[in-house]
């Protein structure tokens, strides 16, 4: 057991300030919400905080295709229209709309996931956290469900520079696709991806047959899961399931997305858990003392979203938080009771005794499949991502007191404010 873990924490303000548009769930400003929340809990003295670097182009195409790189740099909501072969080419428009500071944003979010992968790979941390990450269906050429750069397989990518075998686990709602795609043909990377599945519901992929192909054969699992699963049965499945990959994989790093849509009360997913419950296995993996990257994800009731990352961070920390919510900038959307935690939701669980008991042989079967973790011959190390002409002024290590104003861009349309909430008007979505 380590004595006490090191933990950096990666957070840019102007993250949050970017808005998707006035009907479209994905709310980034819950970002703010997270960070304010941790702040109010004084979590920020027991972990170093630092501002990511913004990723280069080049960086994001050691995974994303460079054309389509160069299109989200230039691309601006005043000039897609001239551009509607490439949107459609790229998959951009409803789900994943062109809006200002598109690509600043996604070079944030990318770039808190690299240096957050470079940290734990020179041992200056035990455990990265990258809130803004974790966006998991980007593909090599397009975009696909809100995601426009898949910041975990280039944060993967990272890690495996040092690592033989890296874990990736995702306990969002909606099936870990894009970082499923990537490492679907090599043994160096599980990816293991607990999920809604059925009833047409995003993206449509994930079923408990899909393993992975040539190299990468039984290296990813998928639990796919019925609407209305609860703690209980969640938590005692991903236990099984996790303590088993571990053992048979043996990975030397694990990267943990977070993707809070699998909450109870989220406004596009369809489960039954607590906040309590969710954090259960970010706490199980913690366990391993393995390094750890964990990141966000999904989630769009964004109250519940700060509140679960703020309980996480807390665990990963290794701190209890009082229920009570203490005062910050953002205390008005935690009412009417202002408590962190809340409630088991009551959508019926679908998900009987049989099925997961089906499900679970399934997995411990096919893990079976592998006689034992592949072993790689580690190459002479490449150097973390060099690019000549480095502006000081992005040292990406710098740090961040709490007193550091962070740009962040209230909007009267991003509060709730009763029937005039823009959130609620998400029937067609």
Not at 24 to 39: A, D, Q, S, W
Not at 114 to 121: H, K, M, W
Not at 136 to 152: M, P, R
Request: charged share 25%; hydrophobic share 35%.
């Amino acid at each position: 057991m380590r004595s006490k873990d090191k933990i950096s924490y990666f957070y840019d303000g102007d993250v949050g300030s970017v808005y998707f548009g006035p009907n479209h769930p994905m709310k980034p400003h819950r970002l703010c919400m997270t960070h304010h929340l941790v702040l109010s809990y004084d979590l920020h003295k027991k972990m170093e905080i630092y501002r990511p670097h913004k990723a280069y182009p080049v960086e994001l195409a050691q995974f994303h295709s460079a054309d389509y790189v160069e299109f989200l740099h230039r691309i601006t909501p005043e000039k897609q229209h001239q551009f509607m072969t490439e949107m459609a080419k790229y998959n951009l428009g409803e789900d994943c709309p062109v809006f200002d500071n598109l690509f600043e944003f996604c070079q944030i979010y990318a770039g808190g996931t690299i240096d957050a992968a470079r940290r734990l790979n020179n041992q200056l941390c035990d455990i990265a956290i990258n809130w803004a990450g974790g966006l998991h269906h980007a593909k090599k050429c397009e975009a696909s469900g809100f995601c426009y750069i898949n910041d975990l397989v280039l944060g993967i990518l990272e890690l495996l520079k040092y690592h033989a075998r890296v874990l990736y686990i995702d306990i969002d709602v909606h099936h870990g696709d894009g970082v499923e795609e990537a490492f679907y043909f090599t043994d160096r990377v599980m990816t293991v991806s607990f999920h809604k599945y059925g009833d047409l519901f995003f993206p449509g992929s994930g079923d408990v047959k899909e393993t992975g192909e040539r190299e990468g054969k039984y290296y990813a699992i998928n639990v796919p899961l019925k609407d209305g699963i609860d703690d209980t049965s969640f938590t005692r499945l991903f236990k099984t399931i996790i303590s088993k990959v571990v053992e048979f994989y043996q990975p030397g790093v694990i990267v943990l997305q977070c993707g809070a849509d699998s909450l109870a009360g989220d406004r596009l997913g369809c489960f039954n858990l607590s906040i309590d419950g969710h954090a259960e296995c970010v706490r199980f993996v913690k366990k391993f003392n393995l390094p750890l990257l964990v990141t966000g994800g999904g989630g769009y009731t964004k109250e519940n979203v700060a509140r679960c990352w703020t309980v996480e961070t807390g665990v990963l920390l290794d701190t209890d938080l009082p229920n009570e919510i203490p005062d910050n900038e953002y205390i008005k959307y935690f009412g009417p009771d202002y408590s962190l935690r809340i409630p088991n939701g009551h959508i019926e669980n679908l998900n009987s005794k049989s099925y997961l008991t089906t499900i679970k042989m399934q997995v411990l079967e096919n893990l079976r499949c592998i006689q034992h973790a592949p072993s790689v011959q580690m190459q002479e190390v490449p150097p973390d991502f060099y690019v000549p002409d480095f502006d000081e002024d992005e040292n990406p290590d710098e740090r961040i007191n709490q007193h550091t104003q962070d740009k962040l861009i209230q909007r009267d349309d991003e509060y709730y404010d009763g029937d005039q909430d823009n959130d609620h008007n998400m029937d067609d979505i």
